[in-house]
T-cell receptor, first 108, second 114 residues
Framework: GIQVEQSPPDLILQEGANSTLRCNFSDSVNNLQWFHQNPWGQLINLFYIPSGTKQNGRLSATTVATERYSLLYISSSQTTDSGVYFCAVVRAGTALIFGKGTTLSVSS | EAQVTQNPRYLITVTGKKLTVTCSQNMNHEYMSWYRQDPGLGLRQIYYSMNVEVTDKGDVPEGYKVSRKEKRNFPLILESPSPNQTSLYFC?????????????FGPGTRLTVT
């Protein structure tokens, strides 16, 4: 089945730093989403980005579907950015397959 | 406001006592699904529904039941909960599960079975 790998698994930053999170997937996909799970456990939709580039404030994402990867950029990180970031792709029209996530800790 | 709601948000129960976790969406979505999240195992699908009266098993369906009698609701039923069902549960919905549509997740239900 389709595999989703995220890197790095953990990331520790000082407030104000920039970071790049990567998501590799094993098969061609036409549905990819990025989520942020906050410390309270809620899954927040960040981007629906099967291809191309999108930006939302300090966050942006790029998916290169032909090369089977997606990148999430966080600029000028804040402590509220802490949590786990997941990417997920659709499997055969039945489920989202999630990566194991990148745990981000931002300290002030 | 477009949203997926779940109730209860937190639940502590005992082994064998039947419980239902409700899920409702107000976006007229056809597709709904349940996931559980466990440390080290990530998010895994329990059941999904493509439309009213159409449900199917996901990756970890044992010990769970679902029903889809109306489009907006998709309850998750644990007939006889056991401690290995202690987990964080998420309901999700989208118009359909294909390339065109984004999935939306509920706030999660943290279940503890003692």
């Amino acid at each position: 089945g389709i595999q989703v790998e995220q890197s790095p698994p953990d990331l520790i930053l000082q407030e104000g730093a920039n970071s790049t999170l990567r998501c590799n997937f094993s098969d061609s996909v036409n549905n990819l989403q990025w989520f942020h799970q906050n410390p309270w456990g809620q899954l927040i939709n960040l981007f629906y980005i099967p291809s191309g580039t999108k930006q939302n404030g300090r966050l942006s994402a790029t998916t290169v579907a032909t090369e089977r990867y997606s990148l999430l950029y966080i600029s000028s990180s804040q402590t509220t950015d802490s949590g786990v970031y997941f990417c997920a792709v659709v499997r055969a029209g039945t489920a989202l397959i999630f990566g194991k996530g990148t745990t981000l800790s931002v300290s002030s | 406001e477009a949203q997926v709601t779940q109730n209860p948000r937190y639940l502590i129960t005992v082994t064998g006592k039947k419980l239902t976790v409700t899920c409702s969406q107000n976006m007229n979505h056809e597709y709904m699904s349940w996931y559980r999240q466990d440390p080290g195992l990530g998010l895994r699908q329990i059941y999904y529904s493509m439309n009213v009266e159409v449900t199917d098993k996901g990756d970890v369906p044992e010990g769970y039941k679902v029903s889809r009698k109306e489009k907006r609701n998709f309850p998750l039923i644990l007939e006889s909960p056991s401690p290995n069902q202690t987990s964080l549960y998420f309901c999700a919905s989208s118009f359909t599960l294909n390339s065109a549509y984004e999935q939306y997740f509920g706030p999660g239900t943290r279940l503890t079975v003692t």
